[in-house]
């Protein structure tokens, strides 16, 4: 498994709105875009801050509306209370080729200010925008600005494309009476996953922004 570099994951990925190499962000902002190795993801518009009001509870089944209490940008900036839970929501959208895994890192900046970015790893042709979970650990409050960069995402490739390769090596090498006619990315495919994100219609495909979460059906009773 290999990582995708700047002018690959532009190339292969999709992105909206994409920033383009050498990408030079105004003066004192957080920088976003491609990077030698990954792509600096920049922060919506839309934040739910997590809040005990009510008594609700924080369910992964059942989510409640609630338990969050939305907060809008003032002066371009988000406040996070301390030891505080919020979900926001990326500024591009995604669209996730079927050979790659993209994890997610927090950057260093925001790192020194006690900020955990969490999330799961984007799956195989996931497409939307991410949610994400931000975590203020600290015991002061943190201001996070929407449009800057938030995180880093790296695109892992699998073995597949490598694989595909080396087997149209060795298909020529046996010669077969003749050069052998092999569609590499087609071949890669082949040997790549064989359930998709997209092939199984996870929860999460096609999010247009900050998502809570799934709602479980209703468990069956004796019948």
């Known amino acids: 498994m290999g990582v995708l570099a700047d002018w690959s994951i532009l190339a292969e990925v999709a992105i909206e709105p994409k920033l383009p190499l050498g990408h030079k962000c105004p003066a004192g902002a957080i920088s976003s875009g491609p990077s030698a190795y990954g792509y600096d993801a920049r922060l919506g518009e839309t934040f739910k801050v997590a809040t005990p009001v009510y008594g609700a509870v924080l369910s992964p089944k059942r989510p409640d509306p609630r338990a969050w209490a939305e907060v809008a940008p003032a002066n371009g900036v988000v406040v996070l209370p301390p030891h505080s839970f919020c979900l926001a929501e ?8 079927r050979d790659v895994l993209v994890l997610c890192i927090c950057k260093s900046t925001y790192c020194r ?3 955990i970015v969490n999330m799961s790893p984007l ?3 996931w497409r939307g925008k991410v949610t994400l979970e931000l975590h203020n650990a600290t015991p002061n409050a943190i201001e996070v600005y929407p449009g800057e960069g ?5 695109f892992l490739r699998s073995d597949g494309r490598r694989a595909a390769v080396e087997y149209a090596v060795e298909a020529n090498a046996q010669g077969y009476g003749g050069p ?3 569609d590499i990315a087609q071949k890669a495919r082949e040997m790549g996953c064989r359930v998709s994100d997209a092939d199984k219609v996870g929860r999460y495909q096609d999010q247009t922004g900050l998502t809570l979460g799934f709602v479980a059906p209703p468990e069956k009773g004796p019948s």
């Not at 990326?90 to 669209?95: A, C, D, V």
């Not at 938030?150 to 790296?154: E, V």
């Open 90 to 97: 990326t500024l591009e959208w995604f669209s996730i080729p």
């Open 113 to 115: 200010c006690g900020l």
């Open 123 to 125: 799956e195989p042709e």
């Open 150 to 154: 938030i995180c880093q995402f790296i």
């Open 180 to 182: 052998v006619r092999i």
